[in-house]
């Protein structure tokens, strides 16, 4: 079976537990990654399309779900590049942390030019943003800016933004980031930095990840190794990332990172790992893009978009810790 017709916080409120129902209601009934031979593995396709097929043509759909270590159990068009949004931060985090491994606790060079009003980085923002962008983050260390930037740290929107586009600058530019990520470790090539976070983004292009790619950023952190990085490090890394108790109602820790945005296309991305008890951990990530309506709509089909990201990706974390769906010894 192939799902290519798509190609054209985190409590799961009402607007998701609908689409749940959707998904729950439909009858069960092989997966582009799912193996055919794999116990129900036409039922989590066909749960699959009933989720995503009330949202209509022109829907982009990326999947990666598997080990830590090993091969995914699960995937749909997983080397396919799509809009990241803020999803490609925890990617940053790792270039960001492994090129000042030394001392974290330092405060980087070059972030006091990131941060000023005539840097490309800064242009999104107002006067009055800038000034309180510059009072979080001038001389703060390499681990506060990773914590911001991940959204470990509270900071409003502009800071949070901000932090990654001084990560962003500090590392030399989008393009030199890029080529920074891909020096890590070759799973990371389908990551791709083009722009400063809220420049706009159709003059130098978007910043893109595929779902593999970031899942493998994903898994070097869940799996508590990552080549060249140090244990100190890594475990810094790890650290920074957004964790949370029992999300989806799925008992053990979650790390997470997402991804938004509202102008055309409409972007969701779900990613992290779900660290389960006495269990190997689940990595996972979910990409969603949607051609963005007219404005009057613009909401209502964001707000859904991200209830349906939320809704796919509490099913497929459901699914693959079900023992028929893991892979046999």
């Given at each position: ?7 054209q916080s985190q409590t799961i409120p009402r607007a998701i537990l609908a689409v749940l129902g959707v998904f729950m209601a439909s009858a069960a009934q092989g997966s582009e990654g799912l193996a055919p031979d794999r116990p129900n593995a036409s039922a989590l396709d066909d749960r699959v399309h009933a989720l995503l097929d009330p ?12 080990p830590a270590q090993g091969a995914p159990w699960y995937v749909i068009e997983p080397e396919v590049a799509r809009p990241s949004a803020s999803a490609i931060k925890t990617a940053y985090l790792v270039a960001l942390f492994a090129r000042f491994a030394e001392d974290l606790d330092a405060s980087p060079s070059g972030l006091d030019d ?216």
């Open positions: 079976m192939s799902l290519n017709r798509y190609s949202l209509g043509a022109g829907l982009g759909v990326s999947v990666w779900v598997g990131a941060l000023s009003d005539d840097h490309p980085a800064m242009a999104p923002y107002s006067p009055a943003q800038r000034d309180e962008i510059r009072t979080a983050l001038l001389g703060a260390s390499v681990r506060t800016i990773g914590g911001v930037m991940m959204g470990s740290i509270d900071a409003p929107n502009h800071v949070y933004n901000a932090a990654a586009s001084a990560s962003t600058a500090i590392l030399g530019g989008p393009d030199a980031l890029t080529a920074a990520i891909h020096g890590i470790d070759p799973a990371f090539d389908g990551i791709v930095a083009r722009r400063y976070m809220l420049a706009p983004r159709d003059v130098t292009g978007d910043n893109e990840v595929s779902a593999a790619s970031l899942a493998a950023v994903m898994a070097r952190l869940a799996s508590g190794e990552l080549p060249g990085v140090d244990a100190e490090t890594l475990t810094a890394m790890r650290n920074a990332v957004i964790r949370r108790e029992a999300v989806f109602d799925l008992p053990g820790r979650h790390f997470l990172k997402g991804g938004a945005l509202n102008s055309d296309p409409i972007t969701r991305v779900k990613s992290g790992w779900w660290e389960r008890p006495e269990l190997e951990p689940i990595v996972y990530v979910v990409m969603l893009t949607q051609p963005a309506p007219a404005p009057e709509s613009l909401t209502e089909a964001a707000d859904r978009l991200d209830a349906t990201a939320s809704a796919l990706s509490a099913m497929l974390l459901e699914a693959m810790n079900a023992a028929d769906n893991q892979p046999q010894p």
